[in-house]
């Protein structure tokens, strides 16, 4: 049981070096696949822009706006915690459309400053939705 702990320990503070630096900046955008009150292909699209400003490790503070082709506009504040490098959480209130949102996403590193996103999120206003984007992230110079 000890040599268990002891290894969980280890595995988290390897993965906590590996991280994000705070004060490190990444700007995004992505599209959703796939949203519950889309009624046809085509019908609408929703996409988003993203700025995130890593205030330690772990945590990011995020604005941004979402963009319906229904001439909708929505302005994003909201927060990310990543628990392991590739998979965060987030929770975004949107401004104008009066909504908030929880959600879950996974990215993966292309090289080493661009991801790719893919986001899972739950609108309090009942509906579901899954993004596709990429993310550029600009570390801090030391």
């Known amino acids: 049981m000890k ?3 002891l290894t969980a320990c280890l595995c988290f503070l390897i993965s906590a070096a590996h991280s994000q630096i705070a004060h ?3 700007i995004g955008g992505g ?13 609408k699209a929703q996409l988003g822009t993203e700025f995130n400003y890593f205030l330690a490790r772990p945590f990011t503070a995020t604005a941004g706006f979402e963009f319906w082709t229904d ?7 909201g927060s ?20 908030l949102s929880l959600g879950a996403g996974w990215s993966k ?3 080493d400053n661009l991801r790719f996103e893919a ?4 609108y309090f ?18």
């Open 3 to 5: 040599n268990v702990l």
């Open 24 to 26: 490190d900046y990444m």
């Open 31 to 43: 599209l959703d696949l796939i949203k519950t009150d889309n009624h046809s292909f085509f019908g």
């Open 71 to 77: 001439d909708k506009i929505s302005f994003v504040l």
């Open 80 to 99: 990310r915690w990543y628990p392991i490098e590739d998979f965060f959480v987030r929770a975004r209130g949107l401004i104008g459309e009066n909504d």
């Open 109 to 111: 590193p292309l090289n």
């Open 119 to 122: 986001i899972g999120d739950f």
């Open 125 to 142: 206003a009942g509906e579901f939705s899954i993004r596709a984007g990429v993310a550029y992230l600009i570390r801090k110079k030391n």
